[in-house]
């Protein structure tokens, strides 16, 4: 039956670490983009944002690839994506520092302390505002979260 | 009411305007419709119905569905959603058949305008025909039913996708202002007739004959426009869905909350129930949330989420839970919606006895889709297919857009429901075939083969296989002569 070949995120919304491509750990603490984009539709702006040529696409309909060697994490991707479907993270120490586009107000400051989300849209403690670019519309916020959340914390609630 | 902060929209404090509704004192602002200003003054019923005297609201927003029909300066059945409100005008609920006064026309005459290229719609498809076909040199008339220019452009807040070519990246907001400014670059082609609606279209042998009207300050002018060729980008309107209670005022369709919310600056509600997981439905409840409304959850009657993935998850990571086969089973409320009863659905969309679940909102928004708009078309004679793919009755074209009628063209939505941005090329592809028929050719060729092959790209991927496939049944209609079931 049709039914079964339904993904769990196609009925949830909400991704599973399984569905993405991982960096490995050290690629982590030079911090790399995570595309959390699964779908191949006619996109492509972050192919053409990305300064060092890290995210390729053969055609327009494919999946975007990072490269997580080349990544510089410049975080350009992050507030291109029409999907708002790509985060860079970076592993300092014992903390993650994770960046997000954000598109709701009040726009926090650098120094706030806001509440980190994850893909379900639960609480998962406390995160610290390190940065905040206010250049577009969709904000692009740098958050400190601790290490074991990197690959959990996707929004925050101001 | 109104939404005075918002991260992506700047909803400034504009002048107050007064009107009476029903003799009582209101006040809208400048560039409010008049259902927007009733909306921000907590006034949702605008009549009744004319038997059961049922309560009746807005639904689409944007003049196609009837249901805001009020009596204005004793004129009835005026479409108050895509009329402008101004000073002192009286507004009243209409709960009978209104009578037409010897007032609404200025005078009886007709005024009549010769034209080149007619194009009836301004919205994506509209104004890139329009500017394709002035690039090449044709004069043309621009006709739109609205006061403003950009159709749906002017609630998209989201970015598109796409490539880097066809604007990806840029808000559907953005781009009605940027292709505004190339039609105004254009003033001396490009000749725009705003809050004119057409209300008949007629055959003729070398032109093509439109009736129009147009809303001007003191009244309103009856126009003949004859028309060389003529291009038809009038959109579509949003499906009803059948349950109890879904006449209710509350009840609304995505699209009209979302030009309620994007264009006028007002909140439907409080709080929200999204009918449909498809990219409207995800869409739209995210941006309820960016205008600080709160969406109690999204409801789908099919198994899997329609619209794409990074749409639901950026609604999943802000707490808004999508419940996959689940439907609404009635709606409830007094004068106007007051909660609604969901309830799971089996495999073949049958409600489960059991699971209904009781939900306290004062909206309800439907985005169950859209079905092409196809009225006028029809009316001149072109022969239109029931093709599910394309979202019900289309014009049957070919691959310069044009119909069956000779100088009949077609682009948009009410060619086949699909995105903004392949109407865009589509219009283009529209306006640039009109023109060259005339005779106008500035490396026209090339433009149409860009033109395709940017269609091919966009319907070339998973989720444009249903446009893909409507656009192959309409091919295969057109020289076949129609579809066999």
Redesign the interface.
Known sequence: ?E?LH?KN???????SISNLRLPTDDQLKKGVAII??????????CV?VCPVNAISME???DLPKADFNKCTSCRQCVG?C????IFVVKVKDEKALITLPY???P?PKVGDIVTA??????SKGDAKVVKVNQKE???VITIEVSKDLAMEV??IRV | MRIRNHPIIDFKKKREISFYFNKKKMYGEEGDTIASALHANDVKVLSHSLRYKRPRGFFCGIGKCSSCFMTVNDIPNVRTCITPVKENIKVMEQDKGGELPNKQFINKDKKRIDVEIVIIGSGPAGLMAALAAAEQGASVLLIDENHMVGGQLVKQTHRFFGSREEKAGMRGIELAVELMKKVVEYKESIQLMLATTVIGCYKGKKRHNLIAVQKLADGDQLFEINGHKIIVACGALENMLAFPGNDLPGVYGAGGVQTLMNVYGVKPGKCVLMVGAGNVGLIVSYQLLQAGIMVDRVVEAMPKIGGYHVHAAKLRRCGVPIYTSHSIKEAYGKEKVEGAVVVKVDDYCQPISGTEENISCDTICLAVGLTPSIRLIEQIGVRTEFILEAGGHVAVHDSSMQTNVRGIYIAGDSSGIEEASTAMIEGQLAGVSAATSLGYDKNASEVKRKCRSALKVFRSGPFGEIPRVGKEKIACCYRNGGLTY
Not at chain 1, 36 to 45: H, K, L, S, T, W
Not at chain 1, 82 to 85: E, F, I, S, T, V
């Open positions: 039956m039914v339904i995120y196609e009925k949830t919304g909400v991704l959390e984009c699964v779908q191949e539709i006619p996109c492509n702006p053409a055609d327009i309909n291109i029409p999907g708002l479907a598109e709701f107000l726009i989300l994850d893909r379900d849209g639960n519309k969709t904000r996707r929004n």
